[in-house]
C-alpha cells in the first residue's frame, strides 16, 4: 500500500478513537461484481452502446425497470443528470416556474436553473415534509412541480399529486434518498411523470456516481433517452420505443449524460440487495428513533401512516435548545463521543441550507425552513450496523445532550 493510501479499517480507527462505528464508510461492493468487471477489462466494451444487445447498463435498465413496475428505465451519470432530463424532457418553455421543497441538496435547485427553469421554493416544516399552506399558495403559475424527498421523509404525496392533477402540471420525484421507499404500497419515484434515483456513494446503491431516470410515458422516454445522448440510431438499443424516436429523431439536442458499462456492472450486483437493506436499515433507524424520542431534548418526526420508509441515515431535531451556542455544544460532546452529528444550519456553507444557494440570486426569506434547519440533526446511519453499534450512538446522543442540558 502506497504512503498515502489508507485501508478503510485503518481510516476507521482513525478517526474513532472512541470505538464509535464509522459510519462514512460506502457500502462494500458485492464479489459478484468482479467476474464482469474484469471481462469489461479485459475488452475494453465501456460504452454502453457498442455491443449489439446485452450491454451491461441495457441489462441494468431493465432490471431496475422490473424492480421499480416501471415501463421504461434510463441509467445516466448521477441523479442531478436525471432531473435536467426530466425538466427537458417535460419541454417546459424557458424560465418555467418549477416548485421545489427549499429543504433539500444543492444539485437539485441546481438542476432546475441548468434546464433554464426558475426554482420556487417552498418552506418545510419541522417534520422536513412540505408545508402545504406555502405549497397551494406558490402553486398558482408554476410548470411542474419536483418534489424531492430529502433524506427519505415522504411529503403528502395524496395532496401533492391532487393539486397537481387540478392544475394539470406533471409531478417529477427526486427519489435520490428513497430508493424502497413506499407510499400506500406503491414505490416512491413512480407516483409522478418522472421518477428520479441517485447511485452516489452515499445512497442506498453505491456505484460512487450514476443516476436512473423511471417513466411509464412512452414520449417522455424517448425525448431523455435522445437527450442523454442516443445519438444516430442509438436509440434502436432501448425497447418499445421505435415510434415515438422517430418522431424526435435529430430534432433534440444531446446533453450526453450516459452511464458507462462499469458502473452498471458495480450496481447490477447490488439490485436484488436493496429489499434487505431497506428491511435492515428501516429497523436499524426505528430502533434508535425509539431510544432518541424518550429523551426530552430531542424527537425524531414520526413517519406518515401512508409512508413504509427506506432510512440509511436518522434525522432529529434539538427540542428547548433556545441558543446556537448550545446546539452547537450538543455537536461537540457528541463529537467528543465519536460520534458526528451535524446541525444543518450551524455548519458553514452546508449545501443543504437555501441561504446558501447564492447562486439563484436574490432568496426568499422562509422562516420556517430557517428554523428547522437551524435545530434538525443529520446522523448516518447505515442498514450495515449493528444492534451494539446502535446502542452505542443511542447513547452517546442521549450523555452528550445531557451533558448540554444537564440531567
Ligand atoms: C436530495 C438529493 N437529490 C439529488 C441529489 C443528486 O444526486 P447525484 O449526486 O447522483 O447527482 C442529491 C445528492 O446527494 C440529493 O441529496
Redesign the pocket.
Known amino acids: 500500500m502506497g504512503m498515502n493510501r489508507m485501508s478503510s479499517d485503518a481510516l476507521a480507527k482513525r478517526a474513532l478513537p472512541t470505538g464509535a462505528p464509522n459510519v462514512y464508510d460506502a457500502e462494500p461492493i458485492p464479489d459478484a461484481a468482479r467476474a464482469e468487471i474484469e471481462r469489461l477489462l479485459a475488452s475494453g466494451d465501456l460504452f454502453r452502446y457498442t455491443a449489439p444487445e446485452g450491454a451491461p447498463v441495457a441489462r441494468l435498465e431493465a432490471e431496475f425497470a422490473s424492480y421499480m413496475g416501471v415501463r421504461y428505465a434510463l441509467a445516466v451519470a448521477?441523479?442531478?443528470a436525471a432531473?435536467f432530463l426530466a425538466l427537458k424532457a417535460l419541454d417546459l418553455p424557458r424560465g418555467a416556474r418549477v416548485l421545489i421543497p427549499a429543504f433539500?441538496?444543492a444539485?437539485?435547485p441546481s438542476a432546475v436553473v441548468h434546464a433554464d427553469c426558475e426554482p420556487v421554493l417552498v418552506e418545510v416544516g419541522n417534520d422536513f415534509r412540505i408545508d402545504l399552506d406555502d405549497f397551494h399558495a406558490k402553486l398558482d403559475g408554476a410548470a411542474a412541480v419536483l418534489i424531492?424527498h430529502?433524506r427519505g421523509h415522504t411529503s403528502d404525496m395524496d395532496a401533492i399529486m391532487a393539486a397537481c392533477e387540478v392544475c394539470g402540471i406533471p409531478l417529477v420525484e427526486?427519489a435520490?434518498?428513497s430508493l424502497g421507499t413506499l407510499w400506500s404500497g406503491r414505490k416512491i419515484g413512480t407516483l409522478g411523470k418522472i421518477g428520479c434515483f441517485?447511485f452516489?456513494s452515499y445512497k442506498l446503491v453505491n456505484a460512487g456516481?450514476g443516476?436512473m431516470f423511471v417513466t411509464d410515458d412512452p414520449e417522455i422516454a424517448a425525448r431523455a433517452v435522445i437527450m442523454s445522448g442516443a445519438y444516430e440510431h442509438n436509440w434502436k438499443k432501448h425497447p418499445g420505443l421505435q415510434n415515438s424516436f422517430q418522431h424526435w429523431q435529430n430534432k433534440l439536442p444531446l446533453y450526453n449524460m450516459r452511464m458507462q458499462n462499469l458502473s452498471a456492472a458495480v450496481i447490477r450486483p447490488q439490485i436484488p440487495l436493496i429489499d434487505h437493506r431497506v428491511l435492515a436499515g428501516r429497523t436499524n433507524h426505528d430502533y434508535v428513533a425509539d431510544l432518541l424520542n424518550a429523551s426530552p431534548w430531542m424527537e425524531v418526526p414520526p413517519s406518515l401512516p401512508q409512508e413504509t420508509r427506506a432510512p440509511d441515515s436518522l434525522q432529529f431535531n434539538l427540542r428547548g435548545f433556545a441558543a446556537d451556542d448550545e446546539a452547537r455544544a450538543f455537536q461537540s460532546a457528541a463529537a467528543a463521543r465519536g460520534i458526528s452529528v451535524q446541525v444543518f444550519g450551524l455548519s458553514r456553507d452546508n449545501a443543504r441550507a437555501f441561504w446558501n444557494w447564492q447562486f439563484l440570486g436574490p432568496l426568499p426569506e422562509l422562516p420556517k425552513t430557517r428554523a428547522m434547519l437551524m435545530r434538525a440533526c443529520d446522523l448516518r446511519l447505515p442498514a450495515r450496523l449493528v444492534r451494539d453499534e446502535l446502542d452505542l450512538i443511542a447513547n452517546a446522543l442521549i450523555d452528550a445532550v445531557n451533558e448540554v442540558k444537564g440531567g
Open positions: 448521477s441523479c442531478s432531473l433539500t441538496f444539485a437539485v424531492s430529502m427526486d435520490a434518498h441517485s452516489q456516481e443516476g
